[in-house]
């Protein structure tokens, strides 16, 4: 019998992308033949990125892992995981709250669109941190150089001073 070739999609937002996302890439590598980190909008979130710098500022931090690409998407993280082939959404877990929300949407998502949902802990050092949180917390002027990689927090440095002039 032939080994099944399994397509994950790991989607997020990524304003910007975290130590801890980049944790849940490494863990998801050894676990799917591709891993496509699928970068998406949400409506609910004030951007400090767009679509295509969130993809570029991504694409070095992967760039030595063989199976894994990154591709912005704007619809419905299943319609998108369809359109792909892939068979499996890879999300991370950093706390209770997650579990929550995150059990909830996997079950929508295995009802609407037959897709399954793969769970991976974060780091216990990435449990506390959120794109979100990182933002609030540069945007008042906290360094944030220890909770991203250096490329993405000379980046978001400099998108600050700009958003801020």
Request: glycine fraction near 8%; charged fraction near 20%.
């Amino acid at each position: 019998m032939a080994k099944k070739f399994v397509r994950a999609v790991f989607p997020g937002s990524f304003d910007p992308i975290t130590n801890g996302h980049l944790d849940v890439i490494k863990r998801g590598v050894n676990l799917f033949d591709e891993l496509i980190v699928a970068v998406g909008n949400s409506p609910l979130k004030d951007q400090l990125f767009s679509l295509d710098e969130r993809v570029d500022l991504i694409k070095p931090l992967i760039a030595g892992i063989d199976n894994v690409t990154v591709q912005w998407y704007d619809c419905l993280t299943v319609e998108y995981a369809a359109s792909v082939g892939a068979t499996v959404i890879l999300r991370g877990l950093r706390n209770l709250t997650d579990v929550q929300y995150e059990f909830q949407l996997a079950m929508t998502n295995r009802a609407v669109a037959g897709i399954e949902t793969v769970f991976v802990m974060t780091g216990e050092q990435y449990g506390f941190t959120s794109s979100t949180l990182i933002r609030e917390i540069a945007n008042l002027g906290g360094n944030v150089s220890n909770l991203i990689p250096q490329s993405v927090y000379e980046k978001l440095k400099q998108r600050l001073i700009e958003k801020n002039r």
